[in-house]
């Protein structure tokens, strides 16, 4: 942050909630006892330690978090935070929750924290993913998924040359008895599905699109591109001929939304595979692992 210069004499916490009103005296009181908080370039690590006018405050970058299974913190506060995904963890635990999951990591790693699942990513799906810490703001995350005020953007390498630089795919979806999702004509027991896709690039038998979610239906962008006769490399559940670099090359590159809480407005990118360039000039090479 730029340095904030203190008007007047008192406290390092009064100091902070004059040059950060939409912040809670909680968070505030974190950033002391994390020593995040430098007056004129040394650390502060009292709440009550005094601070005269002309003094310069900074509140300086957090750490990021470490975490197992390859998850990256991206962004915490007291009602949400944010991870970058790798690919091949659930977002929540199947029913037997055998398996591990950005849920149950976080549970344990934020403890004792509760946490909010407001949207998944697939296992095979890599990228951006945010979690509420609180109920209310659970309910304001999803409220705004819900009312579709997410920016969520996709990079999927695809099998075959797309025709048309950019266009939009809808339909209706529904799943199947054995949990494979479907476009279908009826709007019965179906929800309705639509993704904005472009062509950023072009190899010789695959394309990679960039890919926007009016809606988050399951599997929504894999059955659209199937549906559109290009499916997501590596996707063998929708008839990809090849796996090239042993995963889908599906990757959510981009989460923006306005804070459920604070109304600031955050965008959060997690950068696209190196090897998703491998995947584009050879998409049928390989055998299929998990996707």
């Known amino acids: ?33 994390e020593e995040r908080i430098l007056v004129d370039g040394s650390p502060v690590k009292q709440a009550n330690a005094p ?8 509140l ?11 998850l990256k913190e991206l962004y915490r506060d007291e009602y949400i935070v944010v991870v970058d ?10 029913d037997n929750g055998t398996q591990p999951s950005v849920h149950a990591i976080l549970k344990k790693h934020l403890k004792p924290s509760r946490i909010y699942p407001v949207h998944r990513l697939d296992r095979g799906t890599s990228g951006a993913l945010v979690f509420a810490l609180t109920e209310e703001s659970r309910d304001a995350l999803k409220e705004l ?9 996709y990079v999927a390498i695809v099998e075959g040359h797309v025709e048309e630089d950019e266009g939009t795919w809808e339909s209706n979806l529904y799943q199947d008895r054995n949990f494979k999702v479907h476009s279908t004509s009826d709007p019965r027991q179906s ?11 072009r190899g010789r038998a695959a394309t990679r699109l960039a890919l926007k979610l009016e809606t988050g239906r399951k599997n929504q962008i894999r059955v659209h591109c199937a549906d559109a006769g290009h499916p997501v490399v590596g996707d063998r559940k929708y008839e990809a001929n090849g796996n090239p670099i042993a995963r889908l090359c599906l990757h959510a590159l ?38």
């Open 145 to 153: 998924f819900m009312e579709r005020n997410i920016d969520r953007e």
């Open 191 to 201: 929800k309705l599905a639509i993704t904005n896709y472009k062509v950023e690039e």
């Open 51 to 58: 601070v005269e006018a002309g003094q310069l405050l900074v």
């Open 85 to 94: 995904k790798p690919v091949g963890l659930l977002t929540v635990a199947t």
């Open 254 to 291: 981009r989460l923006g939304f306005t804070h459920p809480i604070t109304g600031k407005t955050f965008s959060f990118t997690s950068p696209v595979p190196p090897r998703f360039e491998d995947a584009l000039r050879h998409p049928t090479r390989g055998g299929f692992g998990r996707a």
């Open 1 to 33: 942050m730029k340095p904030y210069q203190v008007t007047q004499s008192d406290t390092v916490l009064q100091a902070l909630r004059l040059a950060f009103p939409d912040s809670s005296s909680n968070t505030l009181r974190s950033w002391i006892q």
């Open 60 to 70: 300086t970058p957090k750490a990021a978090a470490r975490m197992p299974k390859g």
